[in-house]
T-cell receptor, first 115, second 112 residues
Framework: SAVISQKPSRDICQRGTSLTIQCQVD?????MFWYRQQPGQSLTLIAT?????????ESGFVIDKFPISRPNLTFSTLTVSNMSPEDSSIYLC????????????FGEGSRLTVL | QKEVEQNSGPLSVPEGAIASLNCTYS??????FFWYRQYSGKSPELIMS????GDKEDGRFTAQLNKASQYVSLLIRDSQPSDSATYLC????????????FGKGTLLTVNP
């Protein structure tokens, strides 16, 4: 498995501001992803964080709203831009190890509340 | 749109009983299936993965896969109060091993 650290763990933000979430993995990983879990809901994939290139976004998510960086094999950031109350959610970083099993491991999540 | 369906529950079982959690998926090309446990306020934790038809056992947990029926299940034997959590079923999609679609989860309560 992998140890995945996220920060901040929680934050309260004002409408119209942006917040960057950091994700650090304790080992080099092939794949990194960002998920969103809205209250009472399951996980929705936002994007695949690609090392050294632009992230691959899922339907309904765009780079201008959720810019993602991944400068190396152990670190990624997700920015939630121009936040509105609808962005209040838990944002989860996940990683797949080098073995091609499809098994994902999750960070503890970043709980954002937008007022 | 590829979907993974689960009964939302809550499923309530007495301590020591077998808890049975079920899941169906719509993407016929899915090859990898996972069960995650999520305690309230915590992140999902991988507890089982299964790739072939049949049963896979790990301790008190048994995952079952039937690709013809597009059905996955998780059995928890000798259920304990500490098993009380939401269980998320996930399947890979889009031809990628790591791109997962999650169900909404089944809330399990194990009563002492």
């Amino acid at each position: 498995s992998a140890v995945i650290s996220q920060k901040p763990s929680r934050d309260i933000c004002q409408r119209g501001t942006s917040l960057t979430i950091q994700c650090q993995v304790d080992s080099q990983v092939t794949m990194m992803f960002w998920y969103r879990q809205q209250p009472g809901q399951s996980l929705t994939l936002i994007a695949t964080a690609n090392q050294g290139s632009e992230a691959t976004y899922e339907s309904g998510f765009v780079i201008d709203k959720f810019p993602i960086s991944r400068p190396n094999l152990t670190f990624s950031t997700l920015t939630v831009s121009n936040m509105s109350p609808e962005d209040s959610s838990i944002y989860l970083c996940s990683a797949g190890l080098t073995r091609n099993t499809g098994e994902l491991f999750f960070g503890e999540g970043s709980r954002l509340t937008v007022l | 749109q590829k979907e993974v369906e689960q009964n939302s529950g809550p499923l309530s079982v007495p301590e020591g009983a077998i808890a049975s959690l079920n899941c169906t998926y719509s993407d016929r090309v899915s090859q990898s299936f996972f069960w995650y446990r999520q305690y309230s306020g915590k992140s999902p934790e991988l507890i089982m993965s299964i790739y072939s038809n049949g049963d896979k056992e790990d301790g008190r947990f048994t995952a079952q896969l039937n690709k013809a029926s597009q059905y996955v299940s998780l059995l928890i034997r000798d259920s304990q109060p500490s098993d009380s959590a939401t269980y998320l079923c996930a399947a890979n999609s889009g031809g990628s091993n790591y791109k997962l679609t999650f169900g909404k989860g089944t809330l399990l309560t194990v009563n002492p």
